[in-house]
């Protein structure tokens, strides 16, 4: 299966830079019975029914982007990626001469020393642990945006990074999707007897990672730690067998619960690659964002609509591509989203 099936051409002014005013106030694309509807997100409480179980993703991003100085004086930049030890992270580092020894002073008496290069990755130990460590990357840490949105970092970009549900912290990169729920919409949908249920996927920079194959079959994806609650995943096995729907909010989600089926374990590491000829195990419907071209994202949006019935995912989904772009729909992290029933 060629990468080139996945590509599309996106105006660059439809790229969203910032989120919407108020979360729930952005647009919506419903794609149902082959047919397309524009609508907004406050609307997707019409789509959902009594019975439907509601999936959402509760990792919570951390400002993972560290800016600190070489003894020197130097500039040094230290992307945070997977916590090893109590003091110890997996790391980008953004200094063309690093070196195992280099010494990074940060603001609140933080220091790191590069122990270990890895592939494409470092060992970076801090000169503090556990929470005391946490609590400093809370302090002094940027929020790691994607590198297509040119928006300042700031206490509104910080807050609006983030869903109003967002618990476990863990995350480098945002579940896009579940931007546009609001705490008042998410208690609406449980007031028509919608069933709310949270998994967690902690995203990292694997995320942001381009398919480089020309063949997608072959390319290897970042593994991400997930986890479920069995009573959560006995509720989602439940509603299955009462042929009620599982709507997953996000491919995040949506990996969450495929994993699951798959390793039948209900925590762990995932590396799971969907793209169509995928048969879907749990989820039913998608609310989702607008992604990038030649994204695993977009084959995964790809993949369950040829799963649920379409006799071409790839052509159907760029069709609706094409349709958000002629309606001037945003893109992208802080754009626009749809639903796929």
């Not at 019409?46 to 800016?67: E, H, M």
């Not at 967002?166 to 705490?183: L, N």
């Not at 994202?297 to 379409?310: F, P």
């Amino acid at each position: 299966m060629q990468l080139d099936k996945f590509n599309y051409n996106l105006p660059p002014e439809l790229i969203a830079q910032n989120p919407t005013d108020k979360r729930d106030h952005s647009r919506l694309l419903v794609y149902k019975d082959n047919r397309v509807e524009h609508k907004h997100f406050y609307n997707i409480i019409d789509y959902l029914q009594s019975g439907d179980v509601l999936v959402l993703n509760n990792s919570k991003v951390f400002p993972a982007r560290l800016i600190g100085k070489k003894e020197t004086g130097g500039k040094v930049e230290i992307f945070l990626l997977k916590e090893e030890s109590l003091d110890t992270w997996e790391c980008l580092v953004g200094h063309t001469k690093a070196t195992v020894g280099l010494i990074v002073n940060f603001e609140n008496d933080l220091q790191a020393e590069l122990t270990k290069q890895l592939d494409n990755s470092w060992l970076v130990k801090f000169n503090k642990s556990s929470n005391e460590l946490m609590d400093c990357i809370q302090m002094i840490g940027k929020t790691p945006l994607p590198p297509y949105i040119k928006t300042e970092d700031s206490k509104n970009v910080k807050e609006r990074y983030q869903t109003v549900y967002a618990d476990k912290m863990g995350s480098v990169a945002a579940p896009t999707a579940g931007f546009h729920f609001t705490e008042e919409l998410l208690d609406e949908l449980k007031k028509k007897g919608v069933q709310i249920e949270y998994v967690t996927l902690h995203v990292g920079m694997g995320t942001f990672a381009p398919v480089k194959t020309e063949d997608i079959t072959k390319h290897k994806m970042h593994s991400e730690y997930y986890e479920i609650k069995e009573s959560v995943w006995n509720n989602i096995q439940k509603a299955k067998r009462d042929n009620r729907r599982i709507i997953s909010v996000g491919t995040t989600a949506t990996r969450v619960l495929e994993s699951a089926a798959i390793k039948i374990q209900l925590s762990g590491w995932t590396d799971i690659f969907i793209y169509p000829g995928y048969e879907y195990k749990i989820v039913d419907s998608l609310i989702t964002n607008f992604h990038l071209p030649k994204s695993t994202l977009l084959m995964l949006v790809s993949a369950l609509l040829e799963d649920k019935g379409s006799s071409d995912g790839i052509k159907d989904l760029k069709k609706i591509y094409q349709e958000a772009i002629e309606q001037k729909y945003r893109f992208y992290s802080f754009g626009d989203a749809m639903i796929i029933i």
